[in-house]
């Protein structure tokens, strides 16, 4: 490893530069950075932390697919919020255990993504630490004011519904932890679904221009926390049909293989990093148009009631609280 000073010049080397880059007054580099907001538009921001044997493994996760994962992450709360991202900072903490050649694989995850949806590293921080490594992104995008979808939108009369296929992440990381090279290579769908999520901007961005005024939450810790925190959040009642829940082929393949329930994996698994909302009817017919033109995978998955922050799961007509509630760091 370099000095810390020789290394932060290393990572900021490869940086994109982004549409709107001239907006940056001052870039990374001095105490601060400084941009010039777009004007009449919000600033969206939101944080999240990767820590080594929480989130990744080095057996689990390359380093480019740790940095990749770390800004879909981010984006992934932007895309709920039907935000746009455009600027992040990132804050390492480095152990000894990782090489500068491993610090500038996960920066070439974060940049090949951060050019793919065009944002732009404007600073950070770097310190050593004897523990794990542990990696923090703080990203600010844009939002049309008083647009933001907000998980306390839900009403009754919507219908609930979800992007993409739940479980296939937390399969994924099974597979990965098995460490079995023929199930990694069997089901390839899985395991970059854990790897290299990408966040649902683009129909996060339709639902905030629609009008309708969706709730919305992204399925960070699995379909069920998420559903209570929009239950909770908009003082409703979600009733989920199990059945309905979109499980790919090869999710359910892996799962039969090792008689696993692939369900269990969409309501705790999390990590799927897709869309959760709730629409009127008229949006729903919408929404469905919109995703057959555009080629996106929208399911209806349940309904909203009249209640008071509850989730029931819809089992051949008869109705249960889902006790789970989905990832949780401090589960006892
Ligand atoms: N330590 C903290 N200090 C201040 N606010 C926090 C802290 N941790 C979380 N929050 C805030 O609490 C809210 C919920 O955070 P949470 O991390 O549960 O949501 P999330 O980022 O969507 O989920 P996930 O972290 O699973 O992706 C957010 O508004 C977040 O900014
Ligand atoms: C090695 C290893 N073990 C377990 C997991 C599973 N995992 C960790 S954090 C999390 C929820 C999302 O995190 P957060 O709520 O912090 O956004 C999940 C599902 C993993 N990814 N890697
Ligand atoms: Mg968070
Ligand atoms: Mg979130
Ligand atoms: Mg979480």
């Known amino acids: 490893m370099q000095d810390e000073f020789e290394l932060i010049q290393s990572l900021l080397s490869e940086r994109v530069d982004v549409e709107g880059s001239h907006t940056i007054e001052v870039d990374a580099g001095d105490d601060a950075a400084v941009f010039l907001p777009s004007p009449s538009l919000s600033i969206v921001t939101a944080c999240d932390t990767m820590v080594e044997n929480v989130h990744f493994t080095k057996e689990t996760m390359r380093p480019f697919d740790i940095g990749w994962k770390l800004l879909a992450s981010n984006l992934s709360d932007l895309a709920a919020m039907g935000g746009v991202g455009k600027y992040i900072l990132l804050s390492i903490a480095i152990p000894p255990t990782w090489s500068e050649t491993e610090m500038i694989g996960i920066y070439e995850g974060i940049n090949d993504l951060a050019r793919k949806e065009q944002v732009r590293l404007i600073g950070g921080d770097t310190v050593s ?48 932890l098995s460490q079995s090279e023929t199930y990694q290579a069997a089901f390839p769908v899985l395991v970059e679904a854990h790897k290299r999520p990408r966040a649902q901007l683009q129909i996060g961005e339709w639902l905030l221009h629609s009008g309708y005024r969706p709730a919305c939450d992204d399925v960070s810790d699995g379909l069920a926390r998420e559903a209570y925190e929009i239950a909770e959040a908009s003082h409703v009642k979600l009733v989920i049909q199990p059945e309905w829940i ?57 309904y909203v009631e009249p209640g008071t922050g509850t989730v029931e799961m819809e089992v051949s007509g008869k109705r249960r609280e889902l006790q789970t509630k989905g990832y949780n760091h401090f589960a006892k």
């Open 129 to 176: 630490t004897s523990g794990e490594l542990i990696l923090t992104l703080t990203i600010l995008g844009e939002i049309p004011p008083g647009k933001a979808l907000l998980r306390s939108s839900a009403m009754p009369g919507d219908l609930v519904f979800v992007t993409g296929h739940l479980g296939d992440a937390a399969a994924g990381l099974h597979i990965l």
């Open 246 to 302: 979109p499980i790919s082929t090869a999710c359910q393949t892996y799962a039969s293989r090792i008689q696993y329930n692939p369900i269990e994996w969409a309501l705790n698994g999390g990590e799927d990093y897709q869309l959760l909302g709730t629409i009127s009817p008229a949006g729903w017919k919408e929404l469905q148009q919109k995703a057959i033109a555009c080629g996106w995978k929208v399911t209806q998955i349940g």
